[in-house]
């Protein structure tokens, strides 16, 4: 079974910074991949960053330049930089961790408002 714990959501007004974070533990196997994703309200979940184990990136349009996903591999620990925030980023974000399945966070609420 494998854990995946999520922090560093919250209000913040645009142009603001937040930080995400996603600790994974348990039964980890080989992690290939780590990231995240974000469901807007009314909308389907969409990509937002991954980051590979040879650590290669992989950014939606919509984030590119604003956001940077790092990982500790020592830690399983993936990170979200989110700077230059929009009211449009505001969303679900789930941690994503992929080994020989797809893991899901419990998702953290990010809100971008005045």
């Known amino acids: 079974q494998v854990q995946l714990v999520e922090s560093g959501g919250g209000l913040v007004q645009p142009g603001g910074s937040l930080r995400l974070s996603c600790a994974a533990s348990?039964?980890?196997?080989?992690?290939?991949?780590m990231g995240w994703y974000r469901q807007p309200p009314g909308k389907q979940r969409e990509l937002v960053a991954i980051?590979?184990?040879?650590?290669?990136?992989i950014y939606a349009d919509s984030v590119k330049g604003r956001f940077t996903v790092s990982r500790d591999n020592a830690k399983n620990t993936v990170y979200l930089q989110m700077n230059s925030l929009k009211p449009e980023d505001t969303a679900v974000h789930y941690c994503?961790?992929?080994?020989?399945?797809?893991?899901w966070g419990q998702g953290t609420q990010v809100t971008v408002s005045s």
């Open positions: 994503y961790v992929r080994t020989y399945v797809v893991h």
């Open positions: 348990g039964s980890i196997s080989s992690i290939n991949a």
């Open positions: 980051i590979t184990s040879g650590g290669r990136t």
